[in-house]
């Protein structure tokens, strides 16, 4: 082998290639000049190459660019041995040197062709301007879907601020809101619905609308909805009552679908205002009229009496004629004190207020009527702890009790009880949301109490109506009622009656309290500490407004309230709802059944069961009356809050020591 480059490179047989030239200068500078500008250029390639490889190490495919460096440099030095030959043959020498270039020209191509698929995938300039103006599009929706996304989720955080606001005023409304669809299905029941039905939400959820109002309920199919357009209905609740209600119902779209939204204020307060306003709108009319009537009749009295007495001076010597002078005289003067009972219906009479002591004035009172009613009625008097000062007119006072007592005795053909008491009595805000025309606060209270023939609800509600009255014609004129209803009311107090048939009468008379001798700690307990309870309260009573009032004071008390209406509704409920711990029922109730009845009938359902009566009669008149046993414990009507909280844990914790 080294014999083979030894004869490679000898050169001493060789003869250089100007000799072919003929040393010709012209052509020898030619070739010269040619290939030193090839190699030059040849040189200069690697170089660029090699920086360019250098600073740009992203280039895919560098080491292509290596090689062919390494090529190009090997041409480069085969034209600078172009020109050394011209002098020198060295041929061996540029063989070597070509055959060098040619292994790397061809492991270049070699490379290089199976590289070419990817270099085909390399973008071109106009791709890659297509890419970026694709990319600045795409930047721009970006930008635009960005923007929008954000007004998404602006509207969005809106929606959910509107609708947390709209929660907020459904969930606090003081009206019940309720949602329905086309199929009267309830799809939203507020707290305000919840307390004026007496139903859960999820009681009454995908459950038609019709059983919240009787008369939707009662429309034929398809037809269930009339109610809809608004105004006054019924509202039927869950423990089987009703009550007025002002419906207002408007309709809207969701998702395409048709739903409707309805209003409801209870109109049980307003309608009991109203009653009452009737009424005395009423008393005040008739009072007008008979107080106008009463004075111009005077006036006729005045004339007539007078002329009467002076007609009876002048027939002296004429007896059988001065006797009737004398009947005129005292007709009229019959008619003066019917005028007077007129004018203190009206509230026209001429009052004196002065302090009174009650327990004295009943003392009084006590020995007259001793000698004024008949021996077959038993009177007493009682009276509360304390110094009961009234202030009012005492003649008008005496007046009234003694038209009540004489009331009472007629009440009790047949003899009886009658019982004057007086104690000291608040009237709160719970009494008069029932009275509305009486101011709240502490007041002297008188009773009289009969144990006669007592009245219905219908003669109760017109008694104190001027010239009505039960009695037969000529045994009564119907003003007695009348006037103590106007004296009440004039000396700024308040008068309540309550009759029930067969068990009799009580009458109070509310006035106003002197402001000597007593202080505040004589009234009744705060209401700010009556006793609490959580137990199940089931209270039945028929009236509706005493009802709602009932409910809403033991609720307040923090007890759990189920209603009923009459006597079968209650025992109903005892057999099905074995949480109710207490009875509290009315005396006298419609239906056939008394509180009494339905207490036994209660306690052979569940033995045990904790009783409260209400009346508006106390125990002892109750018991001689063979109406209740001696342990019974009633809560007399009217009463406060807090006698109504004592009465509650007195008969709960009486079952206790009991079992």
């Known amino acids: 082998m080294w014999a083979f480059f030894e004869r490679l490179l000898d050169s001493s047989m060789l003869s250089p290639h100007g000799i072919c030239l003929l040393w010709e200068p012209e052509l020898i500078g030619l070739h010269v000049v040619s290939d030193a500008c090839i190699a030059a250029a040849y040189f200069s390639i690697p170089f660029a190459?090699?920086?360019?490889?250098?600073?740009?190490?992203?280039l895919k495919f560098g080491w292509v660019y290596w090689a062919f460096a390494i090529f190009i440099m090997a041409c480069g030095l085969t034209h600078v041995l172009s020109i050394y030959t011209l002098w020198v043959p060295v041929y061996g020498i540029e063989g070597l040197v070509k055959a060098a270039t040619a292994v790397a020209s061809v492991l270049t191509a070699a490379a290089l062709w199976p590289l070419l698929p990817k270099i085909l995938t390399i973008p071109s300039p106009f791709e890659l301007r297509q890419v970026q103006a694709a990319l600045e599009e795409e930047e721009i929706k970006s930008r635009d879907a960005t923007l929008l996304l954000q007004q998404v989720r602006d509207a969005q955080r809106a929606m959910r601020e509107s609708v947390a606001r709209l929660t907020a005023i459904v969930e606090t409304a003081v009206d019940g809101v309720f949602l329905f669809d086309a199929q009267d299905r309830i799809l939203l029941f507020n707290p305000a619905c919840e307390r004026m039905f007496g139903y859960r939400a999820d009681e009454v959820m995908n459950r038609n609308v019709g059983m919240l109002m009787p008369d939707a309920d009662a429309a034929p199919a398809g037809q269930a909805r009339h109610f809809a357009t608004g105004g006054e209905a019924i509202g039927l609740r869950k423990d089987g009552s009703t009550f007025p209600v002002d419906l207002s119902v408007g309709q809207a779209r969701q998702d395409g679908e048709l739903i409707f939204v309805g209003i409801v204020h209870d109109l049980t307060a307003r309608k009991l205002t109203e009653q009452q306003l009737q009424q005395a709108q009423k008393m005040e009319t008739v009072g007008q009229?008979?107080?106008?009537?009463?004075?111009?009749f005077n006036n006729l009295l005045t004339v007539i009496i007078g002329n009467a007495e002076h007609l009876s001076e002048q027939l002296k010597e004429r007896p059988d004629l001065r006797?009737?002078?004398?009947?005129?005289c005292q007709s009229g003067e019959r008619g003066a004190e019917l005028t007077q009972r007129l004018l203190a219906f009206s509230r026209r009479q001429l009052l004196q207020p002065q302090t009174i002591d009650c327990r004295s004035l009943l003392d009084s009172m006590f020995k007259l009527l001793k000698?004024?009613?008949?021996?077959?009625?038993?009177?007493?008097?009682?009276?509360?702890?304390?110094?009961?000062?009234?202030f009012a007119d005492r003649a008008q006072l005496e007046s009234a009790v003694l038209n009540l007592a004489l009331?009472?005795?007629?009440?009790?053909?047949?003899g009886g009880h009658l019982t004057l008491s007086t104690e000291l009595a608040a009237i709160d805000d719970d009494y008069r949301a029932l009275h509305p025309e009486v101011a709240p606060g502490a007041y002297a209270l008188i009773s009289v109490t009969d144990d006669g023939e007592g009245m219905t609800a219908d003669v109760t509600a017109r008694v104190f109506e001027p010239f009505f009255t039960t009695k037969e014609v000529g045994k009564g004129s119907g003003l007695g009622l009348s006037m103590v209803y106007g004296f009440a009311k004039q000396s700024g107090g308040h008068v309540a009656i309550y009759s029930e048939a067969g068990l009799g009468t009580t009458v109070r008379i509310y006035l106003p309290r002197a402001n000597a001798g007593q202080s505040q700690p004589d009234l009744p307990d705060s209401e700010a500490a009556a006793p609490r309870g959580y137990e199940t309260i089931l209270i039945v009573e028929d009236d509706p407004f005493v009802r709602s009032s009932v409910i809403r004071r033991v609720e307040a008390l923090g007890y759990r309230v189920i209603a009923a209406v009459?006597?079968?509704d209650a025992l109903q409920q005892l057999r099905s709802d074995p949480s109710i711990d207490l009875l509290f029922t009315d005396v006298v109730m419609p239906g056939g059944m008394s509180g009494w009845e339905l207490a036994d009938q209660a306690r052979r359902v569940r033995p045990g069961l904790p009783v409260l009566f209400t009346s508006g009669y106390a125990l002892e008149t109750l018991v001689e009356q063979g109406r209740a046993q001696a342990q019974a414990i009633v809560l007399t009507k009217p009463y406060r809050k807090a006698d109504l909280a004592e009465r509650l844990r007195d008969a709960l914790a009486a079952a206790v020591v009991t079992s």
């Not at 009331?407 to 053909?413: L, S, V």
């Open 49 to 58: 190459l090699a920086i360019l490889v250098t600073k740009r190490r992203d």
């Open 289 to 296: 009229l008979s107080g106008g009537i009463a004075h111009d």
């Open 323 to 328: 006797r009737f002078a004398d009947d005129i």
């Open 371 to 390: 000698r004024t009613l008949r021996e077959d009625i038993e009177i007493r008097t009682t009276s509360g702890p304390g110094t009961i000062l009234a």
């Open 407 to 414: 009331n009472a005795q007629d009440a009790m053909p047949s």
């Open 566 to 568: 009459k006597g079968k």
